[in-house]
């Protein structure tokens, strides 16, 4: 069945360090992805997403990019802030309404 | 403000007591869903549904019900909640899906 396997966490970078979190995907066709951030104590927001291979998605200076030929969506920013500090999601779907999300990885950033 | 509301936010519950945590969207999205956030498992998806009346399983349905009368409403039933459905539930609407998901704020579930 479709998965996606994302890096373990936490992650702990000092501010405006290089970030980057990797997620590959197992999934029939070509699905959709999508990266979703969770602040404390809130729901999921849509960071970004990629409709199809070799798209780039990006947001609030993060990228990632659909790279088909690895089945990876690896998130990225050149330069993260403290502001930053969350949970970050990566996800996938072939259908819209059928959703598959990794474990999370924390993000914690330190002045 | 668009936005996805659940209800309650925060719930102690005994095992086999009914309950429902209701969700409204204001968006019209006829996209909707439930999913389940435990530590180590990430988000579960336990029902989803396109349009009023059409609703379909999602991985965890096992012991969940819901309802789809109305675009704006998705309620989540629990007929007789156990421990094992102690949990972070989080409703989610869309326009189509793709176009990625409003999430509502959450409801922290406890099921002694």
């Known amino acids: 069945g479709d998965s996606v396997t994302q890096m373990e966490g936490p992650v702990t970078l000092s501010e405006e360090a290089f970030l980057t979190i990797n997620c590959t995907y197992t999934a029939t066709g070509y699905p959709s992805l999508f990266w979703y951030v969770q602040y404390p104590g809130e729901g999921l927001q849509l960071l970004l997403k990629a409709t199809k291979a070799d798209d780039k998605g990006s947001n609030k200076g993060f990228e990632a990019t659909y790279r088909k030929e690895t089945t990876s969506f690896h998130l990225e920013k050149g330069s993260v802030q403290v502001s930053d500090s969350a949970v970050y999601f990566c996800a996938l779907s072939n259908t819209g309404n059928q959703f598959y999300f990794g474990t999370g990885t924390s993000l914690t950033v330190i002045p | 403000e668009a936005q996805v509301t659940q209800n309650p936010r925060y719930l102690i519950t005994v095992t086999g007591k009914k309950l429902t945590v209701t969700c409204s969207q204001n968006m019209n999205h006829e996209y909707m869903s439930w999913y389940r956030q435990d530590p180590g498992l990430g988000l579960r998806q336990i029902y989803y549904s396109m349009n009023v009346e059409v609703t379909d399983k999602g991985d965890v349905p096992e012991g969940y019900k819901v309802s789809r009368k109305e675009k704006r409403n998705f309620p989540l039933i629990l007929e007789s909640p156990s421990p094992n459905q102690t949990s972070l539930y989080f409703c989610?609407?869309?326009?189509?899906?793709?176009?990625?998901?409003?999430f509502g704020s959450g409801t922290r579930l406890t099921v002694v």
């Open positions: 989610a609407s869309s326009l189509t899906g793709f176009y990625g998901y409003t």
